[in-house]
């Protein structure tokens, strides 16, 4: 497997690829998307992010081929943006308070249905995570037992809310102690 940080240019320029793998990966029975939640993913919700402080994005290649089977990415969460302010209506003050603002945010990760099961989703995890600045990292999950909100428990995510809304949990890391 090999890895590779993408800026936000090569980011943009690989939505293609992100999209074929985003549709893969959600679209599989379990998760159901449809492929206009892969359109929206690549048209709307990518090219917004990647203008966020701390863009950070990760993908794995074959390589056979060099093409994109995964991705991983996220940016610094603060206050004033949807999802940070989402999790602070939902989760207890003093969670909040800990936790909100400045921290990274983990917002996706997804791997293609025919390289699953072999460490891709573990990698893109570690090379995400590895030499971040922030002290804190936030992601929302399934509640159910599933292979994400497995893989986050084996890298050290701890349960912060259990059921922050309808299916799904808030995780949460310390880094750099
Ligand atoms: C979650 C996801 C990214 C994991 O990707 P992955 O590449 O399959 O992840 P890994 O291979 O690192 O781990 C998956 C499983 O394979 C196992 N595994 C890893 N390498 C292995 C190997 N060489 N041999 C046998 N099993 C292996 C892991 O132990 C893990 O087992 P578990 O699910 O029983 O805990 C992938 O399932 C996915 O894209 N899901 C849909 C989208 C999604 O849920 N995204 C997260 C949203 S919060």
């Known amino acids: 497997m090999n890895l590779e940080v993408l800026d936000q ?27 206009a939640a892969a359109d929206r993913f690549v048209t709307e919700q990518l090219p917004r992010h990647t203008e966020r ?42 969670i909040v308070a800990e936790w909100v603002g400045g921290h990274f945010e983990f917002v996706e990760l997804a791997v293609a ?25 936030l992601l929302t999950t399934y509640t159910d037992d599933r292979p994400a909100p497995r893989l986050y428990l084996r890298k050290g995510w701890q349960i912060l809310v259990p059921e922050l809304w309808p299916d799904s949990a808030l995780y949460g890391k310390r880094l750099n102690e």
């Open 9 to 35: 240019a090569a980011t943009l320029a690989a939505a293609g690829e992100l999209r074929r793998v985003y549709a893969s990966a959600f679209g599989a029975p379990g998760y159901d998307e449809d492929p």
């Open 53 to 94: 402080d701390g863009f950070k994005l990760v993908v794995s290649r074959r390589a056979a081929d060099n093409a994109i089977t995964g991705f991983a990415y996220g940016y610094t969460g603060d206050r004033g943006q949807w999802w940070s302010d989402r999790v602070a209506e939902h989760a207890p003050p003093e």
């Open 113 to 137: 249905t025919e390289v699953q099961g072999q460490g891709v989703g573990a990698g893109l995890h570690d090379a995400l995570m590895t030499d971040l600045p922030h002290a804190r990292a």
